[in-house]
């Protein structure tokens, strides 16, 4: 079992790390070509070590549940940093954060495992950690994640079932400094379907149809450096997707935005976000808590305006980087260029969601 200190010692250790020497970077890779597919939602590690720069190899498999009927949400993911053990310096971890109803500032779970308990697979996103934690891949479309904290205060058994196409925002992105890092980002469901239990201090919670998410991120960066903000929602019953990341690491910021069959990708130089309202934690770190984006698609033909209110947070602190997961409440509305040349409005949006805020230590 490893103590909650070893992200003090990592860290540490990580600061003292020399870079990688120069080299050569490998030509960018191919244009992807098909949607994704189950493999691309698997483990990836194998695929990277002849980086000089593996020491840094990090990946993480994030879901969360909105419930508009109960008030409560949450989040879980299962991360691993370099899965090599270079160094000694091997860590995977489960990190939740459950957010009940009418609590503001929420304690973060954050357990940390020995290698040996993390068992991932190159061929889905089959993955364990521990003896109670773990993703079941039943089908394509369709997972179970079972999760349960060392101290026993949370557990959860949910199933989450697909309800719009995996999208790719990254693929093998470079770094814009440092030419080994490289970075993906998969949306595996953009909106899903979630049922299951939730238990949390005591009060148990059944989901029953309630809106999720899951997205799968790895590669290669200095993770005690490298920040990003992001924000999603979704309803399925409306067929609404919506997912933004503004300068995630060194990768360019994207927005997704699905009404129906209608899928729209806002590049970064099409909108704007701004941030205010900030709130302080722990005296010398803040975060924001009003939030607002306004954009328009390539073809000019597309605008959406949203504005957010963070409505509870949770300092996920024990990790190289500051991570502020929070839920939020959303409202906004999509445009579409009438004959005219107008702005006509096709959906009005008032829904529940999740929103990160990231920064550094140092």
């Known amino acids: 079992m490893i103590e909650h200190a070893s992200f003090i010692k990592q860290l540490m250790a990580m600061s003292r790390r020399e870079r990688p020497s120069a080299f050569t970077p490998a030509p960018p890779p191919a244009p992807r070509t098909g949607p994704p597919t189950p493999r691309d939602d698997a483990f990836h590690y194998k695929y990277y070590t002849d980086s000089p720069g593996i020491f840094w190899y990090a990946e993480w498999w994030y879901f969360n549940f909105t419930d508009p009927v109960s008030g409560v949400s949450g989040m879980c993911a299962i991360n691993v940093f370099n899965p090599g053990n270079i160094d000694l310096l091997g860590l995977p971890a489960l990190t939740a954060a459950i957010f009940p109803p009418g609590q503001t500032l929420v304690p973060a779970i954050t357990d940390y495992f020995d290698l040996d308990d993390f068992t991932p697979s190159y061929e889905n996103a089959n993955t364990t950690l521990g003896t109670a934690n ?131 990708l806002f590049a970064q130089e099409k909108f704007k976000v701004t941030e205010d309202g900030w709130e302080r934690w722990d005296v010398f770190w803040k975060y924001p808590t009003r939030l607002t984006f306004a954009g328009e698609d390539s073809t000019g033909q597309y605008r959406l305006e949203l504005a957010w209110t963070i409505r509870q947070t949770c300092p996920i602190w024990k990790a190289p980087i500051l991570v502020y997961e929070q839920s939020a409440d959303y409202v906004g509305t999509l445009y579409r260029k009438g004959a005219s040349g107008e702005w006509e409005s096709i959906l009005t949006i008032r829904e529940p969601g999740f929103a990160e805020y990231t920064d550094t230590w140092l």
């Open 134 to 264: 773990r993703i079941t891949v039943v089908n394509e479309a369709t997972y179970r994640v079972e999760a349960a904290s060392r101290d026993g205060s949370m557990r959860l058994d949910l199933t989450y079932t697909r309800r719009d196409d995996p999208i790719f925002l990254a693929h093998d992105v470079r770094g814009d400094e440092e030419p080994w890092e490289i970075s993906s980002w998969l949306v595996d469901m953009p909106a899903a379907v979630v049922n299951g239990t939730v238990t949390y201090q005591g009060v148990v919670y059944t989901l029953k149809n309630v809106r999720g998410y899951h997205d799968h991120d790895w590669g290669l960066w200095h993770v005690y450096a490298r920040t990003w903000s992001w924000a999603q929602f979704c309803n399925p019953e409306r067929e609404i997707s919506f997912d933004l990341g503004v300068h995630a690491a060194f990768q360019v910021s994207d927005c997704y935005f699905r009404y129906r069959d209608l899928r729209i």
